[in-house]
C-alpha cells in the first residue's frame, strides 16, 4: 500500500523537536522520567510565555489540588499501567521503557496527538526504546496500545492503524510488511476456564506480508501464516495458514490467495478444494 508523500511546512521545526527529544532520553545526562515529565508539561502548556524558550512547571504548593493532579500525572514515577499489576511482568524490564511508554501514550492523547505526520515520526523515534525489536519504515497511527513492550517484535516495513491492541504479555511476532488495521486485536494471553487465576502466556506470530483487518482479533498462539488474511471482524481461534483468507467466528477459509500456488501445502486437496468454490 503506498501513501501520498505528504510535507508540512514545519517539517524543519519538528525534526529540531525530535532530534533534541531523542537526544535528551537517551544520552544518559537527565533521567529520562524528569525529560519526559518536563516534555509533557511543554506539550499539554506550551512554553508558558511567548518567547520563553522552554516551559518550566509551576510550584505544586500554590496550586489547585486538581491542577497539582495533572502535573504530578505528567512524571511516570506517579502513574501505574495495567500491565504493571500483572504478576507474570519482568518489572525491571517494563521499568527501563516505562518513560519512553508513558510519553507515546501521553503524547497521542495531547493537543498535537493527532498530527500524523509528527506521530508518525515521534513514535517511530520511541519505538526502538520500547519493543524487543522494530524493523525499518515502522509506521505507526494513533491510540495503539500493548502490554509490556518488551515482549513484541516488528520486522520491516510494518504499519499498524488506529485503536489496535497488541498484547504482547506472552509474546507477539510480528514479520516483514506486515498490516494490521484499525481496531484489530492480537492476543498473547489467555486464562484458564476454570480458574480465572491461572493465565497461559503463548507466542502469537504473524507472517511476512500477512493482513490482520478492520476489528479482527486474533488469540494467543495463534500462527498466522504469510500473506494470510484475517477479514473484518473476525475472530482467528486457530492457525491460519499461509495464503488464506478466514472471515467469521471463528475464523474459517473462505478463499486462497492465488500466490499460494506458487508454494507447497501439506495439505494440497484442501487447497484444491477452497481453490476451486
Ligand atoms: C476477507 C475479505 C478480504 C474478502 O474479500 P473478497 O476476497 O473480495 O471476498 P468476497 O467479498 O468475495 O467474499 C467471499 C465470501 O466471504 C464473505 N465475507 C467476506 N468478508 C467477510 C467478513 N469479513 N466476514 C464474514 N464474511 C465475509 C462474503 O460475504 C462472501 O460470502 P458468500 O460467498 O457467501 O457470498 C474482505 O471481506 C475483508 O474483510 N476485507 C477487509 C478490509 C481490508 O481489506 N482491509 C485492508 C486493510 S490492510
Given at each position: 500500500m503506498s501513501y501520498r508523500d505528504l510535507r508540512p511546512q514545519a517539517e524543519a521545526d519538528f525534526d529540531e523537536f525530535l532530534g533534541t527529544l531523542e537526544r535528551a532520553l537517551i544520552d544518559?545526562?537527565?533521567n529520562p522520567n524528569d525529560v519526559v515529565r518536563d516534555t509533557l508539561y511543554e506539550l499539554y502548556y506550551g512554553a508558558g510565555q511567548l518567547g520563553q524558550k522552554s516551559g518550566s512547571a509551576p510550584d505544586p504548593s500554590s496550586l489547585s489540588p486538581s491542577a497539582r493532579v495533572v502535573l504530578h500525572s505528567?512524571?511516570?514515577?506517579n502513574v501505574t499501567t495495567?500491565?504493571?499489576?500483572?504478576?507474570?511482568?519482568?518489572a525491571a524490564a517494563y521499568a527501563e521503557r516505562k518513560p519512553f511508554i508513558w510519553l507515546w501514550q501521553m503524547y497521542d492523547r495531547s493537543p498535537i496527538g493527532q498530527n500524523a505526520f509528527l506521530g508518525h515520526r515521534f513514535r517511530r523515534m520511541l519505538a526502538p526504546l520500547v519493543f524487543r525489536r522494530v524493523g525499518e519504515n515502522f509506521k505507526c497511527w494513533h491510540f495503539v496500545e500493548w502490554s509490556y513492550g518488551y515482549n513484541l517484535s516488528f520486522g520491516d516495513n510494518v504499519v499498524v492503524h488506529r485503536y489496535v491492541l497488541l498484547d504482547d504479555r506472552g509474546g507477539i511476532e510480528i514479520g516483514n510488511n506486515v498490516s494490521i488495521s484499525d481496531y484489530a486485536n492480537i492476543y498473547s494471553h489467555t486464562h484458564d476456564v476454570e480458574d480465572i487465576h491461572k493465565v497461559y502466556n503463548l507466542t502469537t506470530r504473524i507472517g511476512d506480508g500477512a493482513r490482520i483487518t478492520y476489528h479482527a482479533t486474533v488469540l494467543a498462539g495463534t500462527q498466522v501464516g504469510a500473506h494470510a488474511m484475517v477479514g473484518t471482524?473476525?475472530?482467528?481461534t486457530k492457525d491460519v495458514e499461509p495464503y488464506h483468507i478466514k472471515v467469521g467466528i471463528p475464523a474459517k477459509t473462505v478463499k486462497i490467495k492465488q500466490?499460494?500456488?506458487?508454494h507447497a501445502f501439506d495439505d494440497e486437496d484442501e487447497v484444491k478444494r477452497i481453490s476451486e468454490r
Open positions: 544518559g545526562k537527565r505528567f512524571d511516570p514515577r495495567e500491565p504493571e499489576y500483572y504478576t507474570d511482568i519482568d471482524g473476525a475472530v482467528a500466490g499460494a500456488a506458487a
